[in-house]
């Protein structure tokens, strides 16, 4: 009985001062808990895509408390969240600049071709290291659908084999904007404006080739502006979002119809 009894009784003892001295630990080591920052993560939507700039919530969170952030950069959360984080921590309004996600390529299958037939991994940031896809545009959407797969809001498809973004389901979160190995998919301001849908800078001999609605740098849509809101530069046409007003005087001038213009509700 007593061969049992003491082994029992020392074990019984290292168990018990253990505990005591992991839990005294605990209270000296105790990191105290910034109320303020647990808010603010309350109110965040938990997306943690990183569209703010931080690693997820809790990394804004803390540095919104810290006063080391603004209000404003969280893009799933929008204006609602904007401003309950400013009422949490007592700053005037801060409004989103809200913005949405868009692919700059329009070059589906309908009016460029392959220039080799891809036999492995379907993902587009496999598919580019074989000689940057198999479409004749180097510069083109492959269509494999990276940006599909991150997307948490399913606002984007793959259409006629290229990528095609829903704006009214888009949040602007980014994840897209980092999964396409092109990078072909930007964010742009949510507001009536013109778009190129094309990424192709080279010359516009050499891209006619490639695809039938690629910009040629023509400059027509340049002449056409009366807001200096388009302009061509490396042989491909950019629009000045804040100049522009989608007013569609660029897009008709489009000898190959590669201007698109966003409408916003």
Known sequence: MTEIFFPVLI???????????????????NVPKNEKALKILDV??????????????????????????????????????????????????????????????GGNINCTDKKATYVGICSCAAAMQVHAGSGKCSYGCIGFGDCTKVCKYGAISIKDGIAKIDINKCVACGMCVKACPKNIIKLIPLKNQAVVNCSNSDKGILTKKACKVGCIGCKLCEK?????????E?????????????????RDACPNGCISIVKCN
């Open 234 to 250: 490396n042989n491909l046409a950019t629009v000045d979002a804040q100049k522009c007003i989608g007013c569609g005087k660029c």
């Open 44 to 105: 965040l939507p938990g997306a943690n895509c990183g569209a703010c700039g931080f690693s997820g919530c809790e990394g804004y969170a803390n540095a919104l408390a810290k006063g080391k952030s603004n209000p404003g950069l969280c893009a799933p959360g929008g204006d609602d969240v904007a401003t309950k984080i400013s009422d949490i921590l007592g700053v005037n309004n801060k409004k989103m600049d809200q913005k949405v996600a868009f692919v700059m390529c």
């Open 224 to 232: 056409a502006c009366n807001y200096d809101a388009i302009h061509v």
């Open 11 to 29: 074990v019984s003892g290292i168990g018990f001062t253990a505990g005591l001295v992991l839990s005294i630990a605990s209270i000296i080591m």
